[in-house]
Nanobody, 123 residues
Framework: QVQLVESGGGLVQAGGSLRLSCVAS????????MGWFRQAPGKEREFVSG????????SYSDSVEDRFTIARDSAANTVYLRMNSLKPEDTAVYYC????????????????WGQGTQVTVSS
């Protein structure tokens, strides 16, 4: 059974930082493309960042480029999202996902999803 469990969300002031964690079980993060998505109220789920299964490539949405960093710890079977210089528009539920295809920037590229963690950035 695959489980992706996110943690690390919370309330932070604009300009602050958070680190999200995604602990995986039932999948090995070094064998799957791993991604972070977010969904704000009334909006569609959108891609934030992803890392290819072999670590050879990462991708970020334009809105988070240079502020967010994705990383993984294969020994801990965990993927992280470091978020710096947070803005109110980053407020959303953040989801971790695992996928086995070639592409890794679309929701349809992912097979497994976590339950999400809330990030709220106050102005």
């Amino acid at each position: 059974q695959v489980q992706l469990v996110e943690s690390g969300g919370g309330l932070v002031q604009a300009g602050g930082s958070l680190r999200l964690s995604c602990v995986a079980s039932g999948v090995t993060v070094s064998n799957y493309n791993m991604g972070w998505f977010r969904q704000a109220p009334g909006k569609e789920r959108e891609f934030v960042s992803g890392i290819r299964w072999n670590g050879a490539a990462t991708s970020y949405s334009d809105s988070v480029e240079d502020r967010f960093t994705i990383a993984r710890d294969s020994a801990a079977n965990t993927v992280y999202l470091r978020m710096n210089s947070l803005k109110p528009e980053d407020t959303a539920v953040y989801y971790c996902a695992a996928g086995s295809g070639y592409w890794f920037t679309r929701t349809s590229d992912y097979d497994y999803w976590g339950q999400g963690t809330q990030v709220t950035v106050s102005s």
